[in-house]
């Protein structure tokens, strides 16, 4: 009830912390792309000293002077991925960035040498990306390949965010995101939010908005369009499996030539379903899908050869090699 939920978060905020079925959960930290949802993490702390036991685990956070740069740091721990490969001590090093005036040339990029990164594209099942966003212990940003390298990784000072002692001699290499085709492109609120800073009218971005809101209308609720907008769902990187699942059977009613009226309803929820999401999503990240357009991931030149001002782009469509 709304009158338990107040109490609730009268405690929380007394107490710095919730019971649930008789255990006691504490702030922990959040994704800063999690902020417009509403999601953070909460750990279990029955145990005394589970906070900075589970803290000190993760590394030491005592260089973040704010307590904005404290939960940034912490939030990069969180950062979902999937380990991939062990690295041993002999492996990686840490070099100083590439600064030139105000300018730092090297800002959250790294090196990896050409067998690493077939390593790492055998274990992703692809073919080998032109850059890869990793984290390791403390580190975390972006690695491209420098053929003069041999089984190694080069990290600048600035992509360490934090110090771990989970990497000192060895630790795992997380793959955070990589490189690669994409179906959509999407604006969000930090583009937003810098489109802005460049002069771009908000008005002009909330008729986009609602531009968008319309197209999504028309769209999820004209039966003409349904087969594709399946066909959509399906292969959409950011869908669940559940919602891939709703997405196929969708397609399966959809193929059928006799279709009872159990299946219609059917079509019609899970095309609801889709819309809701999408209006959602909409609303919580300003994620405005941008015809003609690719998401780029900034590195550095190895080769040294761009001149300054100079910018090398290299965009491949999905399926292509």
Not at 42 to 67: H, I, Q, Y
Not at 160 to 178: A, C, M, Q, W
Request: hydrophobic share 35%; with cysteine.
């Amino acid at each position: 009830t709304e009158s338990s939920l107040k109490e609730t978060y009268k405690n929380f905020l007394k107490n710095k912390s919730i019971n649930c079925s008789g255990k006691e959960y504490s702030f922990f930290g959040f994704l800063e792309s999690d902020l417009p949802s509403g999601i953070c993490y909460f750990l279990n702390t029955t145990k005394p000293g589970a906070m900075k036991e589970v803290r000190e685990w993760l590394g030491d956070f005592s260089g973040c002077k704010t307590t904005g740069a404290f939960a940034l740091q912490l939030g990069s721990a969180l950062t979902p991925c999937v380990p991939y490969i062990q690295l041993q001590g002999n492996q990686f090093s840490v070099k100083p960035d590439t600064v030139n005036g105000n300018y730092c040339f090297t800002e959250g990029c790294g090196y990896m040498s050409p067998d690493i990164a077939l390593k790492i594209s055998n274990s992703l099942d692809l073919q080998s990306p032109s850059a890869v966003v990793v984290r390791f212990g403390g580190f975390f940003g972006t690695l491209v390949v420098d053929k003069t390298l041999t089984n190694q990784i080069v990290f600048h000072n600035s992509m360490r965010h934090f110090v771990s002692p989970n990497t000192r001699k060895e630790g795992t290499l997380d793959i955070v995101s990589y490189s690669k085709p994409t179906l959509a492109t999407f604006l969000n609120r930090h583009i937003v939010l810098a489109l802005e800073y460049l002069g771009v009218q908000r008005q002009t971005l909330v008729e986009f908005a609602e531009k968008e809101v319309a197209r999504l209308t028309f769209i999820y609720g004209n039966p003409d369009n349904l087969q594709k907008m399946m066909r959509h769902e399906v292969q959409l990187d950011s869908n669940t499996e559940e919602e891939k699942k709703q997405a196929e059977l969708g397609l399966k009613l959809l193929a059928k030539k006799n279709k009872l009226p159990g299946d219609l309803e059917k079509i019609k929820e899970i095309s609801n379903g889709f819309l809701r999401n999408a209006i959602l999503s909409l609303r919580d990240s300003l994620a405005i899908p941008i015809p003609n357009s690719r998401r780029l991931l900034g590195v550095i030149d190895p080769t040294g050869k761009l001149k300054p001002g100079e910018v090398f782009v290299n965009i491949s469509r999905p399926g292509s090699r």
